[in-house]
């Protein structure tokens, strides 16, 4: 069974604070995907990363890093948090293979006040 | 940048058949994907069809596939209340053409089912 899955199921921050989202993957896939969430717009990719080291902007990347040291492990930062930011952030991986499924993480419902 | 579309809300009552319709606009679409969200829960894979086929049935779930129209449907037969979440289409969008790539969701269809 594949599992996804993700440091926080809610986390509270202040505006300003440094915050680190983690997601951890036990299949060996090759993509990893970070999306937040929000009501009224859907899925939104924020960043997604094919390879280690490696990672690609999606629609949102503003405000927000990523980094990816180890293939099972995907992190999202945001450097200054805003209020703004307050959303659902699900995590995704995929083997990489044209067309694989996504797997999703459980999400991170983040409050920034 | 491709797009997919789908209405926000779908009421129907227990037992009734429930549709949920999606456009897309890729026109190199190869594989498109309904997504299923419970409530406080990640999104699970419920089926997926590949751009050659016009239909796929799983047991209570059809998909149907207009690919002329970019139209993309799911029936779910028999509708439960445990069938009640958000649902998700979604278009596999290859990058630099290659077999990687991400998805493009839609903005999801919250189904509520009445008793």
């Known amino acids: 069974d594949v599992k996804v899955t993700q440091s926080s199921r809610y986390l509270v921050k202040r505006t300003g604070e440094k915050v680190f989202l983690e997601c951890v993957q036990d299949?060996?896939?090759?993509?990893m995907f970070w999306y937040r969430q929000d009501p009224g717009l859907g899925l939104r990719l924020i960043y997604f990363?094919?390879?280690?080291?490696?990672?690609e902007k999606g629609d949102i990347p503003e405000g927000y890093s990523v980094s990816r040291e180890k293939k099972e492990r995907f992190s999202l930062i945001l450097e200054s948090a805003s209020t703004n930011q307050t959303s659902m952030y699900l995590c995704?991986?995929?083997?990489?293979?044209?067309?694989?499924?996504?797997?999703f993480g459980p999400g991170t419902r983040l409050t920034v006040t | 940048g491709e797009d997919v579309e789908q209405s926000l809300f779908l009421s129907v009552r227990e037992g009734d058949s429930s549709v949920i319709n999606c456009t897309y606009t890729d026109s190199s679409s190869t594989y498109l994907y309904w997504y299923k969200q419970e409530p406080g829960a990640g999104l699970q894979l419920l089926t997926y069809i590949f751009s050659n086929m016009d239909m796929k049935q799983d047991q209570r779930l059809t998909v149907l596939l207009n690919k002329k129209d970019k139209h993309l449907s799911l029936r779910i037969a028999d509708t439960q209340t445990g069938d009640s979440a958000i649902y998700f289409c979604a278009d596999f969008s290859p990058l630099y053409g290659g077999s990687q790539g991400n998805l493009i969701f839609g903005k999801g269809t919250k189904l509520s089912v009445k008793p």
């Open positions: 990363s094919y390879d280690v080291k490696m990672k």
């Open positions: 995704a991986s995929s083997s990489g293979l044209a067309g694989d499924e996504q797997y």
């Open positions: 299949m060996d896939h090759e993509n």
